[in-house]
C-alpha cells in the first residue's frame, strides 16, 4: 500500500476543484453542451459526474434513473450504471444550477477530507486501482477531476496555461499513471524481458520516466545502459493516451520514438490503461 503526504494530495486535490470551478464559471450555456472526447457525454455531463462521485463519496445514495442506464451503449460495468444514474438524474439542470451544486458537493467534501485523522487516511479501503489507503484514492480523485477537467477544455476549446499546467493537480494526475508504468508497459505494452524503455516527456511537465523489465516491469531513477526505446511527446498528450481520451495512431506526427521503434509503437499504441 501506498502512504501519501495528506496536505500534498489534498492541495492538489482542492487546487483541481479551483481550476475546474474556474473554469465552469466562464463557460456559455452552449459551452456546457459541448460533446467530449468521452461517448456519451457532453461537459454538463462530465460535471454531474464529478458530483455524483463526490455526493456518493459524502455518503448520499444515487438517484433511481429513468430508465435501464445498464442498456445504455457507453454503458460498459457497474460504475458506469452508477455514474450514468447521476447523469441521467441532473441532466436538464441549468448550468448555473450545476455549478452551485459543485460548488456546494465540494465545499461539503473538502471539509470532511480536511478533519479526516492520519489513521484514517492510511487505512486500507477498497480503491478504483485495489486495496490501497484512503490517501492513495484521494490522489485517484485528483486524477479523475483533472482528467475531467481536460475533458472539458479540450471540447470547449479553452486550454490551460502553463502555470496550471505545472501546478499540484497536474504533478498528482501524472504521479498515478506513473505509479501504474510498470503495468503499462510490462503487461499491456508487452515489452520483453531486459528491455529499457524511456518516457521523455516535454512541456510545462517535462520530465523523463523511465521503466526497467527485469523478471518484471517496474519505474526506476535510472538505466545502467542506453534505452532500448524511447518515446518522446508532449506530457499532457500522454495522459489523453493513457486516459483513452485519444489514441497513439491519431498523433502520429507528435510522438517521436527513437531505439527499437517497433518496440516504442507496440508500446504507445497499448498505452491506455483507464476502461
Known amino acids: 500500500m501506498i502512504q501519501l503526504d495528506k496536505r500534498e494530495v489534498l492541495d492538489g486535490l482542492f487546487g483541481c476543484w479551483d481550476e475546474i470551478d474556474e473554469l465552469l464559471a466562464g463557460l456559455s450555456d452552449e459551452q456546457w453542451d459541448a460533446q467530449t472526447d468521452l461517448p456519451g457525454w457532453r461537459a454538463h455531463d462530465v460535471v454531474s459526474h464529478i458530483i455524483g462521485t463526490e ?11 429513468d430508465c ?3 442498456q445504455l451503449p457507453h454503458v460498459h460495468n457497474e460504475i458506469g ?9 441532473l441532466h436538464d439542470e441549468s448550468p448555473s444550477a450545476m455549478l452551485e451544486k459543485f460548488r ?20 486500507k479501503t477498497v480503491t478504483p486501482v485495489g486495496p490501497d489507503t484512503y490517501g492513495r484514492f484521494m490522489r485517484v480523485r ?10 472539458i477544455r479540450d471540447a ?13 493537480p497536474a504533478q498528482d494526475a501524472l504521479a498515478e499513471i506513473t505509479a501504474t508504468l510498470g503495468y503499462i508497459v510490462g503487461k499491456l505494452g508487452g515489452a520483453p524481458d531486459g528491455s529499457r524503455v524511456a518516457f521523455e516527456l516535454t512541456g510545462p511537465l517535462e ?4 521503466v526497467g523489465v527485469d523478471g518484471r516491469a517496474r519505474v526506476v531513477d535510472e538505466f545502467d545502459d542506453d534505452p532500448t526505446t524511447t518515446i518522446r511527446l508532449d506530457a499532457v498528450l500522454f495522459t489523453r493516451v493513457a486516459g483513452g481520451r485519444t489514441t497513439a495512431a491519431e498523433n ?17 499504441e497499448r498505452l491506455r490503461f483507464v476502461t
Do not use: Y
Request: aromatic letters at 6%; a negative charge.
Open 55 to 65: 455526493s456518493f463519496l459524502a455518503g448520499v445514495p444515487a438517484p433511481t434513473p
Open 81 to 89: 450504471v452508477l455514474n450514468e444514474c447521476w447523469v441521467r438524474h
Open 104 to 123: 456546494s458537493v465540494t465545499g461539503e467534501r473538502r471539509s470532511a477530507l480536511a478533519a479526516i485523522d492520519d489513521g484514517a487516511w492510511n487505512q
Open 252 to 268: 502520429t506526427k507528435a510522438i517521436e520514438i527513437n531505439g527499437d521503434v517497433d518496440l516504442g509503437r507496440q508500446i504507445v
Open 68 to 70: 435501464d442506464v445498464s
Open 142 to 151: 485528483t486524477f479523475d477531476c483533472w482528467m475531467h477537467e481536460h475533458d
Open 207 to 210: 520530465r523523463t520516466l523511465r
Open 156 to 168: 470547449v476549446g479553452v486550454w490551460a496555461s502553463d502555470e496550471v499546467l505545472a501546478g499540484a
